[in-house]
């Protein structure tokens, strides 16, 4: 389990990947060796899965947020298979979890507009089988964040 100090350099990586060892190491008041080997250990030990770049969505005509709900009737290993295939081939895909109660899946898409939806939409239905499936669409973004609360 990391330390304090490894939770300090966790939060300034959240906040900022293209930090300098020598910069996260004076904001956390070590010297550059023992900070490089922190995070080294950190990133052996899986708590650095990878540093990325955060994109801004609205110059990338990206802006609409699709909330898809999905209920099968196929609970079956060879019907989950090609549902994760499916997910994991369909870009606009950002995030997709199983879940409990009356919902079988949520999925997040991000796409362009309505029409990109409906593009989107009829791929998915085409690859796999589902018993219903309904969407939302965010009108607005209150919060998002990459940063895990350590």
Known sequence: MPDSTDLAILRLLQQDAT???QAIAERIHLTTSPCWRRIQALEAGGYIRRRVALLNRQPL???????????????NDA???????TV???????EAYRMSGEVDYLLRVVVGDI???????????????????SSSFA????????????
């Open 19 to 21: 930090l300098s060892v």
């Open 88 to 94: 994991i081939e369909l870009p606009e895909i950002v």
């Open 79 to 85: 019907w989950l298979d090609d549902f994760t295939d």
């Open 61 to 75: 005509a990206l802006g609409v947020d699709v909330f898809v709900f999905i209920r099968t009737n196929e609970h």
């Open 115 to 133: 029409s990109d939806y409906d593009r989107f939409y009829k791929r998915l239905v085409s690859r796999i089988k589902l018993a219903d499936v």
């Open 139 to 150: 009108m607005e973004q209150l919060k998002y964040t990459t940063e895990l609360p350590i």
